[in-house]
């Protein structure tokens, strides 16, 4: 197995919080419905039954289960559109997701949504953004929120490797250390924007910590695969941006195992470079690393068990439930909920 410095990963994150037994299991069975879930959501993908597109997140799961671990259910979750992992990591059942994905009546937003713009206030998940970018100003203007009220909330605001090179990025980041804001900026480093890497369009190596100085704070790089790591680095940003410090702003190195979106083979990827990160897949390595210290394998299994029938359960709900009536096409579009204020 490549090593992390082999990838370019810090060797050994400073970071203060130890990880008991019990959150471990959690941040396990957490990247366990992440993953299982999204390949089932391409399995009916490639049944023709998913409407719209699609973007998955498989291979960067303990981020987003590091954070709904850490996270207090009055915090915000601001996503972009590869946003299934975030949302489920906040607490939304699967059901919703699924039929949702399937354009149902019984989705998380009635069908009208899709895969792109999962939302759940309930949970803290204020959206999935298309808009590359956008909802890092929108977080700010959350956190601004919670500030003024002195709620002690925290707005976590998640975003790809390409959005450090979009304007809103530096202004979002600019203002939230201006303020200080209780905001924490993830950046998920998938070496690849859509379809071009990275690097090759950005000055620095690293392209979101590597400008941390500039808005005056301190770069954090963190191994993105590595759950105990992103857990512990949660942690710190979570207590630093709800103490009142200011904003937060990480790098998550990770790796897709998949192209950009559910049609893209990722064939422009090289094999020397995809090979070694599939070696540190998230999930397999923790499954490892538990091993290692003692949990037993009958723990590790029966999780897997009750995670795949969770998923055949939202599964089979989703696909028999309605499709959305037509009366709902006007629903959400005006301030009264239809268009008969009008007539």
């Known amino acids: 197995m490549p090593t992390p410095t082999d990838l370019g990963l810090p060797e050994t994150p400073a970071f203060r919080h130890e990880v008991d037994a019990e959150t471990e299991l959690e941040l396990y069975r957490s990247m366990e419905r992440l993953r299982r879930f999204e390949k089932r959501a391409y399995d009916l993908f490639l049944q023709s039954l998913v409407k719209g597109t699609s973007h998955l997140s498989l291979g960067q799961e303990a981020i987003a289960a590091a954070f709904g671990a850490s996270m207090r259910p009055d915090d915000w979750t601001f996503a972009t559109y ?65 500030k003024l009220r002195g709620t002690d909330q925290v707005a976590v605001c998640f975003f790809g490797d390409g959005t450090t090179n979009i304007g809103a990025f530096h202004e979002a980041l600019n203002l939230a250390a201006t303020w200080k804001l209780p905001v924490v900026f993830v950046c998920e480093n998938n070496q690849w924007m859509e379809y071009t890497p990275i690097g090759s369009v950005t000055a620095v190596p690293r392209p979101a910590a590597d400008r941390a100085a500039a808005y005056g704070l301190e770069p954090v790089v963190v191994d993105g695969n590595d759950a105990t790591a992103m857990y512990a680095a949660a942690r710190d940003a979570l207590r630093h941006a709800r103490s009142g410090h200011g904003p937060v702003l990480i790098e998550a190195l990770t790796y897709r195992h998949g192209g950009h979106s559910r049609a893209d ?42 995670v795949l029938r969770e998923v055949d359960d939202a599964t089979e709900a989703a696909r028999n439930a309605p499709e959305p009536d037509l009366t709902l096409i006007e629903r959400d579009v005006w301030a009264d909920g239809s268009s008969a204020w009008r007539n």
Not at 107 to 132: D, F, N, P, R, W
Not at 301 to 306: N, Q, T
């Open 265 to 306: 083979p990722a064939k422009y990827r090289p094999a020397e470079e995809v090979e070694p990160w599939l070696l540190r897949d998230p999930l397999v390595t923790y499954r490892a690393h538990l091993l290692r210290k003692g949990v037993e394998e009958g723990v590790l299994k029966g999780i897997d068990e009750d």
């Open 82 to 146: 590869r946003g299934h992992a975030h949302t489920l990591a906040r607490g939304v059942a699967m059901e919703p997701i699924m039929a949702e994905l399937l354009g149902r009546s019984t989705g998380l937003m009635a069908g009208k949504g899709g895969s792109m713009h999962l939302t759940s206030v309930e949970h803290g998940v204020m959206g999935s953004y298309a808009i590359i970018g956008a909802h890092l100003t929108i977080a700010n203007g959350a956190a601004w929120s919670a």
